[in-house]
């Protein structure tokens, strides 16, 4: 029967998943210095050999047999670029690569200063956390490489070479989960929904009425849409995934609506300003539901419908579906009592609306507005 994972896949993009150099030394002095890289290594290989020698025998029922004396020291090379353009805090890519070969230098500076002062040099270690691939472990940097090409000319390209000598917890290198201001986001949505109601107004006696009615009615669509939103946040009740794609979805629709409207020709200058504005309000709306109540979605596993192929059945393949003279879908997708439903032609103008770039490739005024009443006609709150 049909089964739906237990959890979505992790994430794998570099905020969730790091990857990063940390030095760190014991002592009564202890030194934190961290690399994070911004733009995650292009190739990143590990190797895990095995301290194993093969004897072979003379003959017999055994071929040979082996000494094992356990796991040999893992290497790893990564090789990439610090890209180019300025990144947050970190500078630009030269001064990237700059900070990179400074935290490798860093390990053999420190373990000499160490000796110098007679103490341990052990205490000084080198840590590589690379938590997309869930490890991090204390390495010694073997090879650092820095390559320049006229393919690339903008790039500073590395490689990097080291060996592993012990393990660490990676699970310290992740980082805390961001935790949205869910008042912040309400205030947001109820003010941007305000917005959009106001700017529509003032454009109300320079927008031909059979124009101006569908949108209207399309943001009050989005009224209701938010407001179901903010109810369940504000219950502490977990917002439906159909509900915020659902939203979602109104939103990124409702910007092309008023950009393709804010580009009519004959529209004067001030009603194009307020149009454009309704825009903003709405890809407002748009990235608070991503951004703050942003979910990864569930996917049905349906392995246990598939029939089996031609003569596939008779030679140890899939026996036949149990669902080969019934509706499939409708007999395996389970009942849902979603807050929000979406008619299948509502669905289509959606995905429509979407798609569509006001730009490069705009829709005309009739079929604009035709799927704007579809999607006002087809979505139940």
Known sequence: MLTIQPQPPKSQKSGDRPISFVLTTGGSTPIFQEYKFIIRPEELMRVDPSRVTMHQTLGGDKL??????????PTINISGNTGWRIKYDAGDGLERMIKLKAQIDAWHEVRQERINAGMNPDDTRLLFADTLDDFA????PIQFVLRRSKSRPLLAQFNIS???????????????????????VISGLLGAIGRITKFLNDVAKWIDKNILGPVRAFA?????????VIGMIRTGVNVVARVIFTAREIAQAGMNIARSLSAILDLPSLAKQQMSKVATEFSSIFCLIRNALGITPYYDDYSSVYGASNCSSTAGGRPPSIYSDTNTFAAITPETDS???VSGAAQSSLA???????VLLPMSQGELLAHTNNVVAGVAI
Do not use: C, H, Y
């Not at 040979?64 to 020291?73: C, I, N, P, R």
């Not at 009050?220 to 179901?228: F, Y």
């Open 64 to 73: 040979g047999w082996a000494d094992s004396f356990g796991q040999g020291l």
């Open 137 to 140: 472990a204390e390495v010694i």
């Open 162 to 184: 080291m060996a592993v000598i012990g393990a660490v917890d990676s699970s310290p290198f992740l980082p805390s989960p961001v935790q949205p201001n869910l008042s912040s």
């Open 220 to 228: 009050e669509l989005t009224r209701k849409i938010m407001n179901a």
């Open 339 to 341: 807050t929000v439903t």
């Open 352 to 358: 429509a609306l979407t798609r569509t770039d006001p």
